[in-house]
């Protein structure tokens, strides 16, 4: 069974920084072929944020290019999103997605960033 488990999330006030992890198990790291971080303010829909694929490459939303970079320890099954200059506008709850050749996703259960202006 597929566990995919966020942590890092937290008060920061606006210009600083987080980093995220995401902890994948119950199954082979690479059997995955994307893995990505979401993410869902109040009364919004969920947002894809940025996205690693097997072979590394990566893409992320207009609204955080350049501020935010994400990675992989393939050794460690674990997704990383780091987070600088952030603003209030950041503020959602982050979700980690595991994605296989297939197409069947697995979800986190999320965690919670809060930028105070």
């Known amino acids: 069974q597929v566990q995919l488990v966020e942590s890092g999330g937290g008060l920061v006030q606006a210009g600083g920084s987080l980093r995220l992890s995401c902890a994948a198990s119950?199954?082979?790291?690479?059997?995955?072929?994307?893995m990505a971080w979401y993410r869902q303010a109040p009364g919004k829909q969920r947002e894809l944020v940025a996205a690693?694929?097997?072979?590394?490459?990566?893409n992320y939303a207009d609204s955080v290019n350049g501020r935010f970079t994400i990675s992989r320890d393939s050794a460690e099954n674990t997704v990383y999103l780091q987070m600088d200059s952030l603003k209030p506008e950041d503020t959602a709850v982050y979700y980690c997605k595991a994605t296989r050749s297939s197409g069947t996703f697995y979800w986190g259960q999320g965690t919670q960033v809060t930028v105070s202006s």
């Open positions: 690693i694929t097997r072979g590394d490459s990566t």
């Open positions: 119950g199954s082979f790291f690479f059997s995955f072929r994307t």
